[in-house]
């Protein structure tokens, strides 16, 4: 089976600290993603990698970057945490033309 | 920009009867279609794919393609209350890694 496993579940951080989250899978994808969920607005896409060392924006990049050294690993980085940054993170990893498999999310609140 | 909309939902049915979910797209390069169940604060699943035109079953779920009107549905027969969830759908265009989903249709079955 695909596993695809973020770093934390649970995370609490303080407005201006630099947050790192961490994505790992296990099948040799090549397309990783990231996305943020909130209530009303769905799945909203943030970067995405085809590659390592590639990487694209996607609908809502600002105050996010991120980092793909290895295939199997994708980071997302909250360069300056903001209040408005709370939300639930999705990790998930595709190869063309299938399903996309998720993480279990990562909640991050920003206090 | 290219988009996935959902019937905005909520859809309420009651045990035992039919649950349809609808979901219309934007992108005519789109080729591959998903439908993700989504449980409360946990990650999305996936149910069906459908890659070509016409009905595909697997059990009580029948997804159905049409590309001409640019428009996918779920169909889950003999609903039961543990369908309760929030359904995703999402496509994806045969040259875009991107999976573009839409807001979501939350379904709620009454026992």
């Known amino acids: 089976d695909v596993k695809v496993t973020q770093s934390s579940r649970y995370l609490v951080k303080r407005t201006g600290e630099k947050v790192f989250l961490e994505c790992v899978q296990d099948m040799d994808h090549e397309n990783m993603f990231w996305y943020r969920q909130d209530p009303g607005l769905g799945l909203r896409l943030i970067y995405f990698s085809y590659d390592v060392k590639m990487k694209e924006k996607g609908d809502i990049p600002e105050g996010y970057s991120v980092s793909r050294e290895k295939k199997e690993r994708f980071s997302l980085i909250l360069e300056s945490a903001s209040t408005n940054q709370t939300s639930m993170y999705l990790c998930?990893?595709?190869?063309?033309?299938?399903?996309?498999?998720f993480g279990q999310g990562t909640r991050l609140t920003v206090v | 920009q290219k988009e996935v909309e959902q019937n905005s939902g909520p859809l309420s049915v009651p045990e035992g009867a039919i649950a349809s979910l609808n979901c219309t797209y934007s992108?005519?390069?789109?080729?591959?279609f998903f439908w993700y169940r989504q449980y409360s604060g946990k990650s999305p699943e996936l149910i069906m794919s459908i890659y070509s035109n016409g009905d595909k079953e697997d059990g009580r779920f029948t997804a159905q393609l049409n590309k001409a009107s640019q428009y996918v549905s779920l169909l889950i027969r003999d609903s039961q209350p543990s369908d309760s969830a929030t359904y995703l759908c999402a496509g994806s265009g045969g040259s875009n890694y991107k999976l573009t989903f839409g807001k979501g249709t939350l379904l709620t079955v009454n026992p």
């Open positions: 992108d005519r390069g789109s080729q591959s």
């Open positions: 998930a990893s595709r190869t063309m033309n299938t399903e996309a498999f």
